[in-house]
Antibody, heavy 119, light 109 residues
Framework: EVQLLESGGGLVQPGGSLRLSCVAS????????MSWVRQAPGKGLEWVST????????FYADSVKGRLTISRDDSKNTLYLQMDSLGVDDTAIYYC????????????WGQGTLVTVSS | QSVLTQPPSASGTPGQRVTISCSGG????????VYWYQQFPGTAPKLLIY???QRPSGVPDRFSGSKSGTSASLAISGLRSEDEADYYC??????????FGGGTKLTVL
């Protein structure tokens, strides 16, 4: 059974940092393209970032470029999202997803972790 | 404002056929595959349609997807009360990465 378990969310002040983790199981993580997708309270889905197999190629939404960094540790079956210079607009549930096509098709989603940016 | 345009709401009565549209452009839907997701309140989205018109295992054949040019549609036939949810379309975009529609709230009357 495929499982994606996010952690690391919480309350952070504007300008602060947070690191999200997503532990994967039930599939070959090292062979999978992975992404983060977020959803602000009461709003729609927003793609955040994608990392290709091997970790050498990454993509970011313009809204997070330069502030959020996606990475992976295939030895630990873990996906990360380092979040720096956070603003109130970054408040959202962050979902870890598997994207087998590498082009926006997420076949498995984690349960999400809530990040709240507030003073 | 979302790159992919969906109607904010749709509705139908049990047994009816409902369609939800998703309009994009030549850099996204016109070039890449479309995906549809279903989301119930308080839960993570679930993949409903992939590669324009394919259903993952376990998704009823009441759900179908289609694409023509720069637009796509999700059709739900034999509408049931448990289909009441939010529906999102998505595709890759040459400049923006993955893009989503704004979502359509489906109400079963």
């Amino acid at each position: 059974e495929v499982q994606l378990l996010e952690s690391g969310g919480g309350l952070v002040q504007p300008g602060g940092s947070l690191r999200l983790s997503c532990v994967a199981s039930g599939f070959t993580f090292s062979s999978s393209v992975m992404s983060w997708v977020r959803q602000a309270p009461g709003k729609g889905l927003e793609w955040v970032s994608t990392i290709k197999v091997g970790g050498g190629t990454t993509f970011y939404a313009d809204s997070v470029k330069g502030r959020l960094t996606i990475s992976r540790d295939d030895s630990k079956n873990t996906l990360y999202l380092q979040m720096d210079s956070l603003g109130v607009d970054d408040t959202a549930i962050y979902y870890c997803v598997r994207d087998p096509t590498g082009y926006g098709g997420a076949d498995y989603w984690g349960q999400g972790t809530l990040v709240t940016v507030s003073s | 404002q979302s790159v992919l345009t969906q109607p904010p709401s749709a509705s139908g009565t049990p047994g009816q056929r409902v369609t939800i549209s998703c309009s994009g452009g030549s850099s996204n839907i016109g070039k890449y595959h479309v995906y549809w997701y279903q989301q119930f309140p308080g839960t993570a989205p679930k993949l409903l349609i992939y590669i324009d018109n394919q259903r993952p295992s376990g998704v009823p054949d009441r759900f179908s997807g289609s694409k023509s040019g720069t637009s796509a549609s999700l059709a739900i036939s034999g509408l049931r009360s448990e289909d009441e949810a939010d529906y999102y379309c998505a595709a890759w975009d040459d400049s923006l990465g993955a893009v989503f529609g704004g979502g359509t709230k489906l109400t079963v009357l």
